[in-house]
């Protein structure tokens, strides 16, 4: 079985500071790792996924492992940052029936 | 851009009653799927369909739960008879194919109260 731990409930920076969001995983065989974000009031989207390994909003996330980690990383946090991030997993090669973990909720202040 | 769509935004039901949500996927996509978040807790996977037929389905999805793509353009959700832990935000989502590297796409979320 899989599953997504995301050890944060919440994060809470200050502007211009450097963030990173937390994801552990477990999955026997080799997943495909996912952030997800949600706005106030939005819906759930797509952040990034690792096997496009790119930077999206500045936010990026580095897949170990050896650390079964996908923790997604920011150097300078921004106000419009302020979300719930969700870490997600699929198996590879299958109609992809996401596993979330329970979120963090980032806070940015000034 | 494109959006998957839910009605309504918020059901309240009794318990007991029989519940449908509705969705509208993405027009040219081919996998749909629901998921739940109980208050306070994870996005759960339920259900995934492709081709008129489930895909795969959770532990979660028993036999009070139904999916139905009726017409080609909406998927429903029914819940035979809901019981007060039926109680979430529902999800549906769309994707261009099952492969993990086509984003599955959210709706807004039905908020499903039963009393």
């Known amino acids: 079985a899989q599953r997504v731990t995301q050890p944060e409930k919440l994060l809470s920076v200050f502007k211009g500071a450097p963030v990173e969001l937390k994801c552990n995983y477990s999955y026997s065989g080799s997943p495909e790792l996912f952030w997800y974000v949600q706005y106030s009031r939005q819906r759930l989207q797509l952040l990034l996924r690792h096997i496009s390994r790119e930077s999206i909003k500045g936010f990026t996330a580095d897949l170990n492992k050896g650390e079964t980690s996908f923790h997604l990383k920011k150097p300078f946090a921004q106000e419009e940052d302020s979300a719930m991030y969700y870490c997600?997993?699929?198996?590879?090669?299958?109609?992809?029936?996401?596993?979330f973990g329970t979120g963090t909720r980032l806070q940015v202040t000034l | 851009e494109p959006e998957v769509t839910q009605t309504p935004s918020h059901q309240v039901t009794q318990m007991g009653q029989e519940v449908i949500l509705r969705c509208v996927p993405i027009s040219n996509h081919l996998y749909f799927y629901w998921y739940r978040q109980i208050l306070g807790q994870k996005v759960e996977f339920l259900v995934s369909?492709?081709?008129?037929?489930?895909?795969?389905k959770s532990e979660i999805f028993d036999d009070q739960f139904s999916v139905e793509r009726p017409d080609g353009s909406n998927f429903t959700l029914k819940i035979r008879s809901t019981k007060l832990e039926d109680s979430a935000m529902y999800f549906c989502a769309s994707s261009r194919s099952g492969d993990p590297s086509y984003e599955q796409y959210f709706g807004p979320g039905t908020r499903l109260t039963v009393t």
């Open positions: 369909f492709y081709n008129n037929e489930i895909s795969e």
């Open positions: 997600a997993l699929t198996p590879t090669g299958t109609a992809s029936k996401l596993t």
